[in-house]
């Protein structure tokens, strides 16, 4: 699956399932990153909430992929390379080890990695399985405490979030989920459900693109 992030069409699942969604939503790639590696995989992932049902499945497992292995998002791979090797040297591939370890140090990224990380950070703001070391820290106060809500959306993470001073939920992922609180205090754009619901006026009062890695 990371050298199938490269090219749509190495993935044959996902080429056959997103053909007309691709051909629709993503004409102008350029703005996908500086290569042509990945960007029309990288549109899709973009534009999901637009995705025909088919499509959609298949650009989660590609999502779920970048969320275990950073290789499998090309422009992540490209952008934040030295950025690993400063600040992430010894961490283990896979497992999404090092993009946590990415998240753990954004103060001191590049704009260009932090960016390409807080775009997948947005992904598993709207749906929890998509940060691996929560979700795993989490996976048993979910079947205990949210056993009927839906993945996607945000409503997993905020049911958890919810829940978490009940009797018998575990620290490791309430301290998780602290941590997330945390950081969407100190970045809103952060919170999936803010984001949606207040794109326009987001961008009329701060001037800013929220998509972008920095405040401006």
């Not at 004409?27 to 992932?45: D, H, M, S, Y």
């Not at 993009?99 to 390409?116: F, G, N, W």
């Not at 070391?133 to 979030?161: E, M």
Request: hydrophobic share 35%; proline share 3%; aromatic share 6%.
């Amino acid at each position: 699956m990371i050298t199938r992030g490269k090219n749509i069409n190495a993935n044959i699942p996902l080429a056959k399932a997103c053909k007309a969604d691709a051909e629709k939503l993503c004409k102008n790639t350029w703005v996908f990153g500086p290569t042509a590696e990945g960007r029309i995989i990288a549109c899709l992932r973009e534009d999901k909430d637009k995705l025909s049902k088919a499509c959609k499945a298949e650009v989660y497992k590609v999502q779920m992929a970048v969320a275990t292995d950073y290789r499998a998002d090309p422009e992540m791979a490209a952008l934040c390379k030295a950025d690993i090797e400063q600040y992430c040297k010894g961490v283990k591939d896979g497992g999404g080890r090092v993009t946590a370890c990415l998240r753990s140090t954004r103060a001191q990224l590049k704009p260009e990695c932090a960016e390409a990380v807080f775009r997948q950070e947005l992904e598993a703001d709207e749906d929890l399985r998509l940060n691996i070391v929560v979700y795993r820290k989490c996976l048993g106060d979910k079947k205990r405490f949210c056993p009927d809500v839906a993945p996607g959306n945000a409503q997993a993470r905020d049911c958890l979030v919810s829940a978490r001073n009940e009797d018998g939920f575990s620290p490791a992922c309430r301290d998780e989920l602290e941590a997330m609180i945390e950081a969407r205090v100190h970045d809103f754009r952060i919170d999936a459900r803010l984001r949606r619901a207040c794109k326009d006026q987001m961008q009329d009062c701060v001037g800013m693109d929220i998509y972008e890695g920095d405040e401006t």
